[in-house]
């Protein structure tokens, strides 16, 4: 990387009290940034998100500093990605102008970057002497596990505003919130798209000035958008589960009348047994939607970022959905050919109501099952653009 150029955007917006100090900082770091990690040039750029104090003026003042201006708040996202865009380096970075941040832990990010060829650089702010506040600490810790386990992809602080990446990586994370979520947004698109991640501990201070951001709105933002993001990724880690659960809640609610079938050869108390029966058809079929959907939902999520889908491209389960689907739709019918017979003859049924019932759980699993083996099987003939720019890594 060396005798690239080196680009840190500082969004600001109503930052008067700490913008000086934060520039006269980025200032002061320069030479050290470029002589220990050989990049041939450190560019500044505060882009002012509508601010309606000095912000702008005071930015303005430092003639070695870029000043861009939205003239309306649009976002610390929007401001993020105004600056990006303006920016001549060839990497990236940005930290907050809130005087949090020394810019001289952009040294070691740029080392551990190149160290671990990777592709993101963050700076952790959750460790002994990081002065957070104790509730925010909790918060990324809690976003860290949902990211960690849903990707499978180790991350520490998911939301941390010191960053340092290629300008290469950009376009793969688009589209980025405009909000404060963005930085969680793209610790959890990274990762579900298999960039390779870094992070090294940094020095965190005391913000000047208040904090914009809501620990409860922009937590439970964050959250939302760190979801929907690994959900878009990876639909069936979040539709599997789902449907095991309401698997094993119908199977241990039917272990019961089994049970008495079995002994009794009968079902006593049939008005309960009725009830009952029709809360495990309910969850035997939601089940078998939210695990046949999350299958067609990740084999399209695969698709879209030419992933192997593996499981769900192997031909046998296309054809065995087909198969057990049609099976299932035929025993349905066949357990109630009397009771269709008599209906249609009489307008009268006089098969036990277990007959109607059972038959309609096997023609209902049945016909999703075959819907999803042929939905699978139009989804192979779809046209699949190679383009190479853009994809899953791992």
Same mark, same amino acid.
């Given at each position: ?24 900082? +980025? ?9 220990? /990690? ?41 401001? $993020? ?10 990497? $990236? ?98 990762? +579900? ?29 964050? !959250? ?42 009968? $079902? ?5 047994? !009725? ?14 939607? +939210?695990? /046949? ?64 019932? /059972? ?15 042929? /939905? ?19």
């Amino acid at each position: 990387m060396t005798g690239k150029t080196l680009t840190i955007v500082l969004p600001a917006y109503n930052e008067e009290d700490a913008i000086a100090a934060a520039l006269e900082q +980025c200032l002061a770091a320069e030479d050290s940034i470029r002589r220990e /990690t050989g990049l041939a040039a450190v560019e500044i750029l505060v882009v002012d998100d509508g601010s309606r104090d000095a912000t702008r003026e005071i930015a303005a003042r430092f003639n070695r500093v870029r000043v861009i201006s939205h003239p309306v708040n649009r976002g610390y996202g929007a401001a $993020l990605m105004t600056g990006f865009e303006a920016a001549r380096g060839e990497l $990236l970075a940005f930290m907050d102008a809130d005087g949090t941040i020394d810019p001289l832990c952009f040294i070691s990010l740029h080392k551990e970057l190149v160290r671990a060829g990777a592709d993101l650089a963050i700076g952790g702010r959750l460790h002994v002497g990081s002065q957070m506040p104790s509730v925010r600490v909790l918060g990324n810790r809690f976003y860290a596990a949902v990211i960690s386990w849903l990707t499978g992809v180790a991350v520490t602080d998911t939301a941390s505003g010191v960053r340092l990446f290629s300008r290469s990586l950009l376009p793969r994370l688009l589209p980025m919130p405009t909000g404060l979520h963005f930085t969680p947004a793209m610790t959890a698109r990274a990762a +579900c798209m298999g960039a390779r991640i870094v992070e090294t501990d940094i020095p965190y201070a005391e913000r000047v000035g208040q904090s914009k951001l809501n620990v409860f709105a922009d937590g439970m933002r964050f !959250l939302r958008v760190i979801l929907g993001i690994i959900f878009s990724y990876y639909p069936l880690r979040i539709f599997g589960p789902a449907g095991l659960v309401f698997a094993a809640v119908a199977l241990g609610y039917g272990i019961g009348p089994v049970a008495q079938y079995i002994s009794l050869r009968r $079902l006593e108390d049939p008005e309960d047994m !009725l009830y009952r029966l029709l809360a495990i058809v309910t969850l035997a079929v939601c089940s078998l939607i +939210c695990l /046949t959907f999350g299958g067609l939902a990740q084999k399209l999520s695969d698709i879209a970022v030419r992933r192997p889908s593996g499981f769900w491209d192997h031909p046998r389960v296309r054809d065995y959905s087909l198969a057990f689907g049609a099976a299932l739709v035929l025993a349905g019918v066949l357990l109630n050919t009397r009771t269709i017979i008599e209906y249609v003859t009489s307008r009268q049924i006089h098969q036990h109501w277990i007959y109607v019932l /059972t038959g309609s759980l096997a023609v209902i699993s049945g016909t999703v099952l075959s819907a999803f083996g042929v /939905t699978l099987d139009l989804v192979r003939h779809l046209p699949i653009s190679r383009d190479d720019g853009v994809g899953d890594r791992r």
